[in-house]
């Protein structure tokens, strides 16, 4: 049965202080890393949501000892082995990551997910992982349901990468690389979008001990061990998004406490992306401080290498008091739904007029309408109509329940945010 939440329209201003739990890409990144690394490691603040539960439970599938300490993580690799059934679910993270390391285990490891996750692009690693010498089995598809048949070791060597659809597919083949007997030598072909998140991979990596070259057509990992390490996560600055546009949104101020100074988020862009939407942004010692002028003004950017803002940064276009146009974003398509057609939909339904570029989205807003949205089971779809339900009273959303992708409580803390009780009717 579908549940539908109204979301809380709030003409007044906020003034809230938002704690955020994990990043989902750093606590991806430290799982995988742990888990093939020369020792056990600790892992503390990690999120705790279905990607990374699902990642957790697909390294321990595959024999790695992924215990729970109060809020953390003890992680303590062991040899890695299958057979196993990895469940993906809709995780692009736990999709692109992990079957490098099931290519290090030995027996056969099947990844399949959601119905949406089959339709998620994945033919780059899957060329990648044969090229070294590893037997995929994916009935010539090139996306899930697919099967890794490892030996216990991979060859590894020169590869050369299409990951025009998906910055995670170097991540994958660079997180586990240095495991690999010949390390790897990744020449990409084409471009690779959000490349931040390769270059949050690179320095994870390198903070383990493992030599990364670059290389001019990509990089080359220099084969050794990973050194174990315990790590602290930051807060997911992704998830940032809604919480600060509701500043925008309703003249208020959020600050979101523990904004690291220094980061390889992509998602600390928002200082200057929501600066140009109009806010008044600032880094104080308690976190990043937004507050909203109101007015918002109209963006015009290149999106490619913070999609995962897209959605919220949509929803503010549409609020907006000037037509805005993103680009930059055509692999966005391939995320948890086409979010450009979701997108299209979901504004077009609160009143904005947009039209779906090759890469992108053009939106110009519109008179506000009420309207019943859906969640296309995106966790950022949600936040995304909790955005435009703030301004405009009657947005309601089908299936909020998406959000647990990355934030199991976002219903909860965005009621809270607004000082109200939450309500989702089943
Ligand atoms: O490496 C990562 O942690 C991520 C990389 C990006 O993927 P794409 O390159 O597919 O956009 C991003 O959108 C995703 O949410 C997380
Ligand atoms: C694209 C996203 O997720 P995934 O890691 O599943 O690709 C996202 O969180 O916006």
């Not at 994990?22 to 888990?35: P, Q």
């Not at 060597?157 to 997180?175: F, K, N, R, W, Y």
Request: net charge negative; charged share 20%.
């Amino acid at each position: 049965m579908t549940s539908v939440w109204s979301t809380p329209h709030r003409p007044a201003p906020v003034d809230a202080v938002v704690t955020l739990p994990g990043s989902k890409s750093i606590t991806a990144r430290a799982l995988i890393l742990a888990a093939i690394a020369d020792g056990p490691s600790r892992l503390s603040r990690p999120l705790r949501a279905r990607d990374t539960d699902l990642m957790a439970a697909a390294l321990r599938a595959l024999g790695v000892r992924v215990e729970d300490e109060a809020a953390d993580w003890l992680v303590t690799p062991q040899p890695l082995r299958g057979p196993a059934e990895v469940d993906a679910g809709l995780s692009g993270t736990v999709l692109r990551f992990l079957p490098p390391v099931a290519a290090l285990a030995t027996g056969a490891v099947r990844v399949d997910g959601d119905p949406r996750l089959r339709h998620r692009p994945n033919a780059g690693l899957l060329h990648a992982l044969r090229d070294l010498g590893v037997e995929v089995d994916d009935g010539g598809r090139g996306r899930a349901p697919f099967t890794v048949h490892g030996t216990g070791r991979v060859r590894g060597g020169p590869v050369v990468v299409d990951a025009t659809e998906s910055s995670q597919i170097v991540s994958g083949l660079l997180l586990s690389a240095a495991r690999f007997d010949e390390g790897l030598d990744l020449a990409l072909t084409g471009g690779v979008p959000s490349m931040p998140h390769v270059e949050m991979t690179l320095t994870t990596v390198r903070a383990h001990g493992v030599e990364v070259v670059e290389t001019g057509r990509g990089w080359r990992v220099v084969p050794g061990p990973v050194a174990a390490r315990d790590v602290v996560v930051e807060p997911d600055l992704s998830n940032a998004a809604p919480f600060l546009a509701a500043a925008l949104v309703t003249g208020g101020r959020v600050t979101v406490r523990d904004w690291p100074e220094v980061t390889t988020q992509p998602g600390a862009q928002l200082d200057r992306l929501l600066a140009e939407m109009g806010a008044e942004v600032t880094h104080t010692p308690a976190g990043l401080q937004v507050t909203g002028t109101g007015r918002i003004r109209p963006l015009v950017a290149d999106l490619g290498e913070v999609s995962e803002l897209a959605p919220v940064l949509a929803a503010l276009a549409a609020l907006a008091d000037g037509p805005s146009r993103f680009t930059g974003i055509a692999h966005m398509r391939g995320h948890e739904t086409d979010r450009l057609q979701a997108l299209d939909e979901v504004l077009t339904a609160v009143g904005a007029r947009v039209e779906q570029l090759p890469d992108g989205l053009a939106i110009e807003p519109g008179p506000p309408r009420p309207a019943r949205l859906d969640s296309y089971a995106d966790h950022r779809m949600v936040m995304a109509a909790a955005v435009l339900g703030l301004a405009i009273d009657g947005v309601q959303v089908a299936d909020p329940g998406a959000v647990t992708k990355t934030l199991p409580d976002f219903v909860q803390r965005w009621t809270g945010l607004l000082g109200e009780p939450a309500e989702v009717v089943p």
